[in-house]
């Protein structure tokens, strides 16, 4: 079992950055493949960013890349999402989720079996 919290959301004017944290309970953080995903309102939930269990293979949403940086510090059983150059489209729930097989690449959010509460990121324009 994995408890996922995010934090770190919050207003920002467009160009300006923030950083999201997920900090999850359980033993078995290390093993997990870890994602972050957004959802506006009224669309679906996208995949923004992923990284695996070992934290050496990231990969990101096309319209996020160059922007936002996924990482992983397993000693502190926390993944973070670093945005940078944000935009209105931008603006967003954000969740952290968790995967068993700790590759990182699942785009689906049904393929994640732990979810955190999600933390608000709003760009102003």
């Known amino acids: 079992q994995v408890h996922l919290v995010e934090s770190g959301g919050g207003l920002v004017q467009a160009g300006g950055s923030l950083r999201l944290s997920c900090a999850a309970s359980g033993r078995t953080f290390s093993t997990y493949g870890m994602g972050w995903f957004r959802q506006a309102p009224g669309k679906e939930r996208e995949f923004v960013a992923g990284?695996?269990?070992?934290?050496?293979?990231?990969y990101y949403v096309d319209s996020v890349k160059g922007r936002f940086t996924i990482s992983r510090d397993n000693a502190k059983n926390t993944v973070y999402l670093q945005m940078n150059s944000l935009k209105p489209e931008d603006t967003a729930v954000y969740y952290c989720a968790a995967e068993k097989t700790g590759r990182g690449t699942k785009l689906d959010p049904p393929e994640y079996d732990y979810w955190g509460q999600g933390t608000q990121v709003t760009v102003s324009s």
């Open positions: 990284i695996n269990w070992t934290g050496t293979s990231r």
